[in-house]
């Protein structure tokens, strides 16, 4: 019997690549994109020649045959450092290749993978509407099959889509009504869209209050027209397919979130060092050192969290519960991580030229996105049996 939540030397290695990558290459540079509100072209090309966009994919479809634990290592690891760069490659893992690896058929995975893996092209999904996020089932857009073209014809708009924009976003996945059940129910497929397609218009950038050098925008689409064979997966099963899709993203946001969460610690640990009041470093004041040793505890406890719920998603076991609570956790831990590791900062804290300040700006959509926290707590509740 044995029981070891340290990394394997594989997983220690690219721990370690990332990490290193994440200082050197990310720290220096992107905070000026963050304040520009510019997309980092140059560093998300070089986290798609290290292969990180392929990691949870086989190496057939030019992937590096890891899985879901490796690619929240390089999620967390990233995310210590900036949540934009980290964001970006968790939306075009989860959302953009994985439901084509899960749900594509062997054309639709080696015309667009290979390209996702490398990181040429960026992939999105297009889930979220205007008038519903939380209740997906409520979705508007339309697509309904024109028998004559055999095509699809899609009308309706999505919001909130992140990487949809970008000079290199190549497609977006969206989810549609494409009938109704007999008992008046919609169903809901997941359809391929490839970005320039007419009639598919992708609006101006969000002003955001973080993620600043990440990609989110509104779409919408008047009678896009893109072959039946795009279709991803059944024919009105898109609704079970996006759970799917979005149980497992849960881990990897959780990574981030704890990736934020103990790039908190670092830097008050650094800052409580080097900053002196009455005479002596902060960080000598037992106030300082307790608010920071609960930091720790906070992003030591949900990296074992999401290890835990990403190991069982790996090893095929039920990991639904594991991963809501390690997303309610993390996001939650985070949240208040960076609250402090601002306090901890005073005045530099609340300049954005600080990194904590960067972070404490990133931390609240972690409590939003891919599932709001009383969402994980209703997926939690269910879990448990209880019903409502
Ligand atoms: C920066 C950013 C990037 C995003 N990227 C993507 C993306 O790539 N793709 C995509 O599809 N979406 C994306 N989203 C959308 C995101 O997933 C949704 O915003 C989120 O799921 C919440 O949906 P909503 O905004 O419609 O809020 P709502 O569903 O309107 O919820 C509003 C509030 O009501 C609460 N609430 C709702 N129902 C209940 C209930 N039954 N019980 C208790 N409380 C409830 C919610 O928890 C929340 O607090 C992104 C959002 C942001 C901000």
Not at 33 to 62: A, C, K, Q, S, T
């Amino acid at each position: 019997m044995s029981l070891d939540h340290r990394l394997s030397p594989e997983l220690e290695e690219l721990r370690r690549t990332v990490e290193e990558f994440a200082h050197d290459v990310v720290a220096p540079k992107i905070g000026d994109f963050y304040e520009r509100h510019e997309f980092p072209y140059e560093i998300v090309r070089e986290m798609g020649r290290m292969g990180l966009f392929g990691l949870p994919f086989p190496e057939e479809y030019g992937g590096m045959g890891g899985d879901y634990l490796a690619l929240g290592i390089a999620l967390e690891e990233l995310a210590r450092v900036d949540s934009s760069v980290a964001i970006t490659l968790e939306a075009g893992v989860s959302l953009g290749a994985m439901p084509i690896h899960l749900f594509g058929t062997e054309e639709q995975k080696r015309e667009w993978l290979p390209r996702l893996c490398s990181g040429e092209i960026l992939g999105a999904f297009g889930l979220t509407e205007p008038d519903g996020g939380s209740d997906a089932g409520a979705t508007r857009t339309t697509a309904r099959l024109d028998p004559e073209t055999d095509e699809w014809v899609i009308n309706g708009s999505k919001c909130f889509i992140t990487n949809s924009g970008t000079d290199i976003t190549g497609l977006v996945t969206v989810t549609a009504v494409t009938g109704r059940t007999p008992d008046g129910k919609p169903q809901i497929s997941a359809i391929i869209v490839p970005s320039g397609t007419p009639g598919f218009t992708v609006a101006a950038p969000y002003s955001k209050v973080g993620w600043n050098a990440s990609d989110t925008r509104e779409l919408s689409f008047s009678d896009v027209r893109v072959p039946a064979a795009n279709l991803l997966g059944e024919e009105g099963r898109g609704y079970a397919q996006f759970l799917r899709i979005l149980d497992e993203g849960r881990i990897a946001i959780a990574a981030l979130a704890t990736g934020l969460a103990q790039g908190c610690v670092d830097e008050s640990v650094k800052y409580a060092k080097e900053r002196h009041a009455f005479g002596r470093p902060i960080g000598a004041n037992q106030a300082i050192q307790f608010k920071i040793a609960d930091m720790e505890m906070k992003a030591h406890t949900a990296r074992l969290a999401w290890r835990d719920a990403a190991s069982r998603l790996v090893s095929g076991e039920p990991f639904k519960k594991e991963a809501a609570l390690a997303k309610l956790y993390s996001s939650t831990i985070a949240v208040d991580n960076a609250r402090d590791a601002t306090q901890v900062h005073g005045g530099y804290g609340f300049m954005n030229e600080y990194p904590v300040a960067r972070m404490w700006r990133d931390s609240k959509i972690l409590e939003i996105g891919e599932g709001t926290s009383e969402v994980q707590r209703m997926l939690i509740a269910r879990e448990l049996g209880l019903v409502g």
